[in-house]
C-alpha cells in the first residue's frame, strides 16, 4: 500500500476517534447532568395550559432572591406535544387548549405571576405562588397552571410591561412570602411531592 494511502487511513481513523470522544464526552456530560443530586435539587418544572379560549402570549415572571427584581424566568421551555426548547421564558404564544412545560433553575428566583397578552393588546396577570422572601427561594409549588376565562383576571399594572420583552424590573408591588402562608394556600390544589411534605405539617 502506498505511503500517501496509508497516512490518509491513519488520519481518517484519528478524525473519527476525535468525532467519537467529543460525542462520548458530550453525551456523559449531559447524563451526568440530569443525574446530578444537586442539579436536580435547584430544578423545578410545571406546566402552563391555556384554557382562556382564546390565542395568547404568556411570560412566567418571579422575584429574584437577593435584590428584589422581577424578572421573566431564566430557563427553557417545552411546548407539548412537540417538545420545543427556547431560552428565555417570555412573550411565548400559546394557542387555545394548548400546554407548555417549564423547567427552570429556582435556586434564586420565586415564582410570582403569568403575564398574559392577547391579540387585542390586552395584558392581564394571574398570581401564582406566594412562597420565598429576598433571603430565600422556593420551586414552584404546583404542577400545573391553569389559565382561566381573561374575564376573571386583573389587567397588570403598565410597570410590568417591560417584562414581556425579555427585561428586569423594579417592581413596587413586590412582596414576600414565607413558607407557611405559601403551605396553607397550595395545600387543597394538586402539588408535587416536595409540598407535600410540608403540607403534612401545616394541615388546614
Known sequence: MPMKKIIENI???????????????????????????????????????????????????????????????GTFYQKLPSKKKLRNVYDVEMKAGEAIKIIYDSDDINFRHILIKTAFGGIYIMDTDKCGTLHSSCGAQREKYVIPDLSTLSLASSELYPLINDQCIKYSGAKEYDFDESARETCSIPFSDTVREKCDSHPQ
Not at 27 to 47: C, Y
Not at 51 to 57: A, E, P, W
Not at 68 to 73: A, D, E, I, K
Request: hydrophobic residues 55%; aromatic residues 20%.
Open 11 to 73: 488520519l481518517f481513523a484519528f478524525f473519527l476517534f476525535i468525532c467519537a470522544s467529543a460525542f462520548l464526552v458530550f453525551v456523559g456530560f449531559k447524563i451526568f447532568i440530569k443525574t446530578n443530586p444537586l442539579f436536580l435539587a435547584l430544578v423545578s418544572e410545571f406546566e402552563i395550559v391555556n384554557d382562556s379560549g382564546q390565542y395568547i402570549r404568556v411570560t412566567p415572571v418571579g422575584m429574584i432572591e437577593g435584590d428584589g427584581r422581577y424578572c421573566p424566568l
